[in-house]
């Protein structure tokens, strides 16, 4: 049990290096900023980070996109591999977690992105994090209020496992590591923990 623990660990570890962490940092969120009047999902990209848009499905590994007819977490409208909209941080407002790339020029960073909303087409960057590249085996899933989950790593080993109050975003690499993303009503942050199997 102790090498499969530290084989995750050091799965997480690789995924954040992988992901190459930027500011704001995990669960910070930025100044909430004013988009435009009930805003699609493209605009709303496209006013936070001009010049990227989303990840189109057919850029993802055949595996992945063939999720969208067999996994029921992609049975609403409001879900896909690269885009999640959700009510993560239970303020009645809905959320987006995305994954973007660049849409002109010669490189292609992706990225993935969680903005909160505030209301009135209001929103503020909790989570960014820089690919560097466009990763054809990262997408993105879904988990309903009421999941089991893990206990954080810095909450203890005997700590109690946590059931979500709101919705969470999972970041998974096909065939390999999944993340959970939720928020943590007492941090006021996002808080990842290993995403169940």
Same mark, same amino acid.
């Given at each position: 049990?102790?090498?499969?623990?530290?084989?995750?660990?050091?799965?997480?570890?690789?995924?954040?290096?992988?992901?190459? !962490?930027?500011?704001?940092a995990w669960g910070q969120e930025t100044p909430v900023q004013q988009a435009p009047?009930?805003?699609?999902?493209?605009?709303?990209?496209?006013?936070?980070?001009?010049?990227?848009?989303?990840?189109? !499905?057919?850029?993802?590994a055949p595996e992945i996109g063939a999720l969208t007819v067999s996994d029921p977490?992609?049975?609403?409208?409001?879900?896909?591999?690269?885009?999640?909209?959700?009510?993560?941080?239970?303020?009645?407002?809905?959320?987006?977690?995305?994954?973007?790339?660049?849409?002109?020029?010669?490189?292609?960073?992706?990225?993935?992105?969680?903005?909160?909303?505030?209301?009135?087409?209001?929103?503020?960057?909790?989570?960014?994090?820089?690919?560097?590249?466009?990763?054809?085996?990262?997408?993105?899933?879904?988990?309903?209020?009421?999941?089991?989950?893990?206990?954080?790593?810095?909450?203890?080993?005997?700590?109690?496992?946590?059931? !979500?109050?709101?919705?969470?975003?999972? !970041?998974?690499?096909?065939?390999?590591?999944?993340?959970?993303?939720?928020?943590?009503?007492?941090?006021?942050?996002?808080?990842?923990v290993p995403a169940p199997q």
């Open positions: 049990m102790r090498g499969w623990t530290g084989m995750r660990l050091a799965a997480s570890a690789a995924l954040a290096a992988f992901m190459g !962490l930027h500011a704001p009047a009930g805003p699609a999902v493209d605009a709303v990209i496209s006013h936070f980070l001009p010049g990227y848009g989303p990840v189109p !499905l057919g850029d993802l977490a992609y049975d609403s409208a409001d879900r896909s591999p690269t885009s999640v909209r959700a009510d993560f941080d239970g303020n009645g407002f809905p959320d987006y977690a995305l994954l973007i790339r660049q849409v002109a020029g010669p490189e292609a960073d992706e990225i993935f992105v969680i903005l909160m909303g505030h209301g009135q087409g209001r929103y503020a960057k909790a989570i960014e994090s820089f690919f560097g590249g466009v990763a054809r085996d990262i997408y993105l899933g879904y988990l309903p209020a009421g999941a089991v989950l893990s206990a954080p790593v810095e909450a203890g080993g005997n700590a109690p496992a946590l059931t !979500l109050e709101h919705p969470a975003v999972t !970041l998974n690499v096909f065939g390999q590591l999944s993340d959970a993303f939720y928020w943590d009503k007492l941090s006021g942050r996002f808080v990842n």
